[in-house]
């Protein structure tokens, strides 16, 4: 779960009641998250940083409930990568928003920047306000508290769905008007375009690597066209537009250094590969024994 606030303790309550109480929760904010710290394992910090691919690996779901879309863009480019089910949960004035990405069983899935997904935002063309004489409407607040809690619970019921495989093997952007309780689920599938997953063949091998860009001379004799290929970078790095980069570009920036990115994509063999920089040390030993549990279905 990233992102304890309203939403995130309701989709965590409702997974309760489901039977589903092995949760982790990351927030930004340590006192945000205060209250789940008895049941749960509560991690403070950017999820960016904390969240690592290696981690992020190790569940059967991420669950954001995070309300800059800045940040879900960042969960969704983990997710990819990781090969990890995604769901997205946000609200919209009285509009509760699930979007669900089975990424572990599906390898053309949508992701959460599709084209696709964007256009499915659910757009109510008339509220309906019910005012009684003599009784108060209901206040923003109180519309607010109510658009969390079904959004809470939708996205519980899509993350059930998809666990038991009953979800149709499609990504999913499903609402709910909390004022009127109009509903709406749309099937998303992958855009050609997309700035994020097109061209990306999935699932990615992640292969645990030294952040350090530094070319020998005997490389550059022996394979100079390795200096030629391209690798996107997973952070925006001051200074130089776009994320995609020539390996020679960053050698010769970096010379030996690190770049300020946590992973990297590069193609071997017409196969996406993801660099990781992270958890280096920690995860070299593991790898080879991790990689099949992750090919296993969704309980
Ligand atoms: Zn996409």
Redesign the pocket.
């Not at 949508?110 to 599709?114: K, L």
């Given at each position: 779960m990233v992102g304890a606030g309203d939403i995130g303790v309701e989709v965590i309550r409702n997974l309760g009641l489901m039977g589903i109480g092995q949760v982790e929760v990351f927030d930004w904010d340590r006192y945000v998250a205060e209250a789940l710290r008895h049941r749960y394992a509560v991690h403070e910090g950017d999820f960016w940083d904390r969240l690592t691919l290696d981690r992020l690996r190790t569940f059967d779901f991420a669950v954001g409930t995070i309300d800059d879309p800045a940040a879900r863009t960042r969960l969704n480019q983990k997710c990819l990568v990781a090969n990890v089910n995604l769901l997205q949960v946000w609200t919209e004035d009285d509009v509760a928003m699930v979007g669900a990405y089975p990424f572990g069983s599906l390898d053309d899935c949508?992701?959460?920047?599709?084209a696709a997904d964007r256009d499915a935002v659910a757009m109510p063309i008339a509220s309906l306000k019910l005012t009684v004489d003599g009784s108060p409407s209901m206040t923003p607040a109180g519309v607010q508290v109510t658009t969390s809690s079904i959004a809470g619970a939708l996205a519980a019921a899509l993350l059930a769905r998809i666990a038991a495989g009953s979800h149709g093997r499609v990504a999913r952007r499903a609402s709910i008007d909390a004022t009127t309780g109009a509903g709406r689920s749309i099937e998303l599938h992958?855009?050609a375009g997309?700035v994020?997953?097109?061209g990306l063949v999935r699932p990615v091998a992640i292969v645990h690597t030294r952040n350090c860009w530094a070319v020998s001379p005997a490389v550059a004799r022996a394979c100079p066209e390795t200096l030629d290929e391209y690798v996107q970078l997973s952070d925006e790095v001051e200074g130089l537009p776009g994320r995609s980069f020539k390996v020679r570009e960053l050698a010769d920036r970096y010379r030996g250094g690190a770049i300020p990115a946590k992973f990297a994509l590069a193609t071997v063999g017409g196969r996406a590969v993801c660099l990781d920089f992270e958890d280096l040390v920690e995860a070299t030993p593991r790898t080879d024994a991790r990689a099949p549990a992750r090919s296993r279905p969704a309980k």
């Open positions: 949508a992701c959460y920047e599709c992958r855009d997309c994020r997953c097109a």
